[in-house]
């Protein structure tokens, strides 16, 4: 059955009709968008305040051009930290404290405070701190000094950004009990703490033994070295093969430098 002749339309008639329909609203819209003129003045317009100082810039392409970020020391955030103190080391920091607090105040510009009650060194930066990093080089000085180490090793941490601190235990390598874990401190010391020194000299750090922990303040490198002669002797390697491995280590430590 033909289709209606009504139907059958050619196309420059579907064109004609096309064309008179009017578009819905958001199609209209979208037009008068696409076809509307450029808006945005070629010229770079400023948007001024009442004081005529001028804040913010247009470019061509409306984009806003701020003017620099003045320097200006604005109000700081007051921030404290607590360092708390072993008993053992109360009177170490008692005795030590004309030394320990002036790097504190003069080089980093901190507030401290050694609270007894509290068992705690407290620190607190105020207007005159001008690094922002000085707060955490202050704690990391302080928690030095009560792990064990000198106050003249300790101030290498605010003078030097590569130094670290490792801490671990005995245990953590071989578990030893009684008399073992005692043999095994001893080799780590040695007579008089030579082998202790040793360690110290060859690998350029400083180690502190209390009880079953041991910490070591030193480079990531440094620490490293100190680090696998203390382990090969904590598993039972003779002191003396200990000491050639040094000894080769701090050869090509000199070289290297």
Not at 159 to 169: C, G, N, S, V
Not at 232 to 243: F, M, R, T
Request: hydrophobic residues 40%; charged residues 30%; without cysteine.
């Amino acid at each position: 059955m033909p289709a209606p002749t009504a139907l059958l339309r050619r196309p420059e008639e579907v064109a004609e009709v096309a064309a008179n329909v009017p578009l819905p609203v958001e199609d209209q819209d979208d037009e008068l968008l696409l076809d509307a003129p450029d808006a945005v003045p070629s010229e770079i317009s400023a948007i001024q305040t009442a004081d005529g100082d001028t804040e913010m810039a247009i470019d061509e392409e409306g984009r806003p051009r701020f003017a620099p970020a003045k320097n200006t020391d604005g109000p700081r955030r007051v921030e404290t930290r607590k360092v708390p103190i072993p008993p053992h080391r109360l009177s170490p920091l008692k005795a030590a404290w004309p030394k320990l607090y002036p790097p504190l105040v003069e080089h980093l510009k901190l507030q401290v405070r050694m609270n007894t009650k509290n068992k705690a060194v407290e620190l607190r930066s105020s207007k005159h701190t001008t690094d922002p990093g000085a707060l955490q080089k202050g704690e990391d000085f302080v928690k030095a000094f009560s792990l064990g180490f000198d106050v003249e090793d300790a101030i290498a941490l605010l003078r030097l950004d590569d130094l670290y601190i490792e801490t671990f235990e005995v245990k953590d390598v071989k578990t030893l009990q009684g008399d073992h874990l005692s043999r095994a401190i001893g080799r780590i010391a040695g007579k008089d703490g030579k082998t202790k020194f040793a360690i110290e000299n060859a690998s350029r750090t400083r180690v502190v033994l209390a009880d079953s922990k041991i910490h070591i303040l030193g480079g990531f490198k440094n620490i490293g070295i100190a680090r696998e002669a203390i382990v090969s002797l904590i598993l039972g390697s003779p002191p003396g093969k200990v000491y050639g491995n040094l000894r080769t280590v701090a050869s090509r430590m000199k070289e290297r430098f």
